[in-house]
Nanobody, 127 residues
């Protein structure tokens, strides 16, 4: 009953753009911090971007800063990750996650503080 469903992944050329969506159900988005994480083959999961529940503060990993934008629409129970200037190294399965704990965006992303996880969506950046 507590679910997160990602969509929007696909195959894009380097320099292209994608917008990922994470629709949550079973709970009200307002009370949760939300994060986007990714895992590439042979690599550990990493926090990409997170947004807090209380202040709406945002955190971005250095590798995506200036290229990715996280946003949330509480009325639609949806979190977005707008990705631009995509690079081959962005190729990974992207997951959204939520935590009901009161936390900062940075803490959630750096320490992978997710209580509920989506199934993931594949992003492939290749020419």
């Amino acid at each position: 009953q507590l679910q997160l469903v990602e969509s929007g992944g696909g195959l894009v050329q380097p320099g292209g753009s994608l917008r990922l969506s994470c629709v949550v159900s079973g709970f009200t988005l307002d009370y949760y911090a939300i994060g986007w994480f990714r895992q590439a083959p042979g690599k550990e999961r990493e926090g990409v971007s997170c947004i807090s529940s209380s202040t709406g503060s945002r955190y971005y990993a250095d590798s995506v800063k200036g290229r990715f934008t996280i946003s949330r629409d509480n009325a639609k129970n949806t979190v977005y990750l707008q990705m631009t200037s995509l690079k081959p190294e962005d190729t990974a399965v992207y997951y959204c996650a939520a935590t009901r704990r009161f936390t900062t965006a940075q803490t959630m992303c750096v320490f992978l503080k997710g209580d509920y996880w989506g199934q993931g969506t594949q992003v492939t950046v290749s020419s």
